[in-house]
């Protein structure tokens, strides 16, 4: 079983949808959960950033972490053109500078 | 500010030469990271530098891959005899560091493609 587990899509949503990504974990040692987004031939760029357990909002873009079901989850609100990307989670251990372990990645597709 | 840079944005090489792929961090930031995406693969992490040493070399594949950095800055990740498996995108990304050292800020990348 991979450490991280994201299901790669494609996932194809109607403008103005509710899209909710997800990963699954198998280490219970992971404190720190990303969202990062990558276009096309583009590296990725941090989106959301959580500590622990709980949701964080920025915007459209809600951060849900649940520890006890070792289960992460990004929803996007009204979704945008603009929003079609590759959306990858990424999960660390410690605050110390150790490596970011990421999901594959799941490429969504937003239609106008 | 710039962002992280790398060059070459693109590389094709032939199997056996050596490539040599460099990454300029965000001014000031102390931990420097490569990772390596292929397709089906994902993003997996290479080595980690905090200023010029590297305590974690520890998804290197082979002792063919090899960094280095200098001045706390630029780093270079060569890869002498290129196999075909090689082949990825190779990214780098920079952080803060031990401090504040989450938020890891990823360059373009280099597409290097082995023929």
């Known amino acids: 079983q991979k450490e991280v587990e994201q299901d790669p899509g494609p996932l194809s949503v109607p403008e103005g949808a509710i899209v909710s990504l997800n990963c699954t974990y198998s280490n219970s040692a992971f404190q720190y959960f990303m969202w990062y987004r990558q276009y096309s031939r583009k590296g990725p760029e941090l989106l959301m950033y959580?500590?622990?357990?709980g949701n964080k909002e920025d915007g459209r873009f809600t951060a849900q972490v649940d520890k006890s079901s070792k289960y992460i989850s990004l929803f996007i609100r009204d979704s945008q053109p603009s929003d079609s990307a590759t959306y990858l989670c990424a999960l660390k251990e410690n605050q110390a500078g150790t490596a970011l372990i990421f999901g594959k990645g799941t490429t969504l597709s937003v239609s106008s | 500010g710039a962002g992280v840079s790398q060059s070459p944005s693109n590389k094709v090489t032939e199997k056996g030469k050596d490539v040599e792929l460099r990454c300029d961090p965000i001014?000031?930031?102390?931990?420097l990271y490569w990772y390596r995406q292929s397709l089906g693969q994902g993003l997996e992490f290479l080595i980690y530098f905090q200023g010029n040493s590297a305590p974690d070399k520890s998804g290197l594949p082979s002792d063919r891959f090899s960094a280095e950095r200098t001045g706390g800055s630029v780093s270079t990740l060569t890869i002498q005899r290129t196999q075909q498996e090689d082949s990825a995108v190779y990214l780098c990304a920079s952080s803060p560091g031990l401090a504040g050292g989450n938020t890891q800020y990823f360059g373009p990348g280099t597409r290097l493609t082995v023929l």
């Open positions: 001014s000031g930031h102390t931990a």
């Open positions: 959580t500590y622990s357990s």
